[in-house]
């Protein structure tokens, strides 16, 4: 009887460390602003504390995701007295409409926004008409 | 001593406008609540929206960090007031956005304020302060007399 028990205490002592792990990783969906001009939709994205080398734009398949990992923000010897900054990981998938060019993208990261100009295609996009 | 919210819109309390919010409102007053606060901490407060803030301490020196993406940093004001620290500032609507059709909104414009009281004394000549990829960090050293001594105690 004893030893079974011991045997499943130990069980899960073993998936302690990747549970843990699990727990760390805080995936928040980044606040945007999507508007649109004549030319494009441009979408705003706040990551902040993300370095640019971090942050992965991925076009597929009509969608658009963007990923970036956040490096810890505090020393190791440190100890928090008030917490707010909660995210570890910014994940958010955007669905893509017909009338975009998935060809061009302009992507900008200032300040810990990222700005991505989504292109229309050729068809889209307002065309004046001459009057003959 | 744990730090305390200040809030200047306690009575002039504001419902949040979006779900986010509310959400975020909600958890804080868990926090506050299971943390032996109080329930009521005023947080639906007068400013438009509150940028997020990490405090961290360690034997040297305390370091705020301050979530504020797409804000110039000529437009962040620090004052250090007694033990008081107060971050100020305005985040303003980038200029092509402002004509546009906008087809989402969820990004907070307009002014803040934050005050925090340290539990201990800082140096305030030696306070610094770095914005970078949308966070502030405010390095403020302690001072001597707020940091840990080490005594020996002989027991006779």
């Known amino acids: 009887m004893t030893r079974n028990n011991d045997v499943s205490i130990v069980k899960r002592a073993n998936m302690l460390p990747a549970l843990q792990n699990r727990l760390k990783e805080n995936i928040v969906s980044p606040s945007t602003d999507v508007y649109e001009t004549p030319e494009a939709f441009v979408l705003m994205i706040d990551l902040p504390g993300a370095q640019k080398k971090s942050i992965n734009v991925m076009m597929e398949n009509g969608t658009l995701s963007v990923r970036a990992k956040i490096e810890p923000y505090h020393p190791e010897h440190a100890s928090l007295l008030f917490s707010e900054l909660s995210a570890t990981v910014y994940h958010r998938v955007f669905n893509l409409g017909d009338g975009i060019d998935r060809d061009s993208v302009d992507a900008k990261y200032e300040n810990g926004v990222l700005a991505l100009t989504l292109f229309k295609n050729e068809k889209v996009r307002p065309k004046e008409i001459q009057i003959k | ?156």
């Open chain 2, 1 to 156: 001593m744990s730090l305390v919210r200040w809030n200047s819109g306690r009575d002039l309390a504001t419902f949040p406008t979006d779900i986010t919010t509310m959400q975020r409102e909600i958890n804080r007053m868990f926090d506050g609540f299971f943390r032996g606060g109080t329930v009521d901490d005023g947080s639906f407060g007068l400013s438009v929206w509150t940028p997020a803030v990490d405090v961290a301490e360690n034997e040297a020196e305390y370091r705020v960090k301050v979530e504020l993406p797409g804000v110039n940093k000529d437009d962040v004001k620090i004052t250090m007031q007694e033990n008081i620290l107060t971050i100020r500032g305005e985040k303003k609507q980038e200029q092509e956005s402002k004509s546009s059709n906008f087809h989402r909104l969820e990004r907070s414009y307009g002014s803040f304020q934050r005050s925090f009281t340290l539990p201990a004394h800082v140096k305030h000549d030696k306070i610094e302060a770095v914005y970078n990829d949308g966070i502030l960090t405010i390095t403020l050293p302690k001072a001597e007399e707020a940091k840990p001594k080490q005594i020996d105690v002989r027991v006779k």
